[in-house]
């Protein structure tokens, strides 16, 4: 059984999976995403889910009563519901945009100093 080793993109010293310090440099290796870039995905799929959620709850009842001239509450009457909607739908935007950083960085090996 051959162990695969990484090589760091700093130093070029050899190491193998699941060390969190290059021994060449010292540097930090982390093993695909890091937090920050989970959370600011994360945040941005939260604005994306919120965006969704606002067209759901109001934009969707105002062009109903525009365009087919029906007579739809504004967030479907739920009132601070609607809110909560768009809470719900922006913490999913918030686990999958993380999801999707984690996705992106898989596998991914870098050295941070
Ligand atoms: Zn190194």
Redesign the pocket.
């Known amino acids: 059984m051959s162990v695969q080793t990484y090589t ?6 050899q190491f193998n999976r699941g060390v969190t310090t ?6 930090t290796v982390v093993w695909g995403a890091t937090p920050k870039e989970k959370h600011e995905a994360g945040l941005f799929g939260a604005i994306v889910g919120a965006g969704v959620g606002g067209v759901l709850m109001f934009g969707l009842p105002a062009a109903l009563n525009k365009y087919l001239s029906m007579d739809v509450a504004m967030g479907f009457g739920l009132g601070l519901g609607a809110l909560a909607v768009i809470a719900v739908l922006a913490g999913i935007g918030y686990v999958k945009g993380s999801l999707s950083a984690e996705k992106q960085h898989r596998g991914e090996c870098r ?1 941070f100093r």
């Open positions: 760091c993109g700093h130093c070029h010293f290059c021994q060449g440099c010292l540097g050295t």
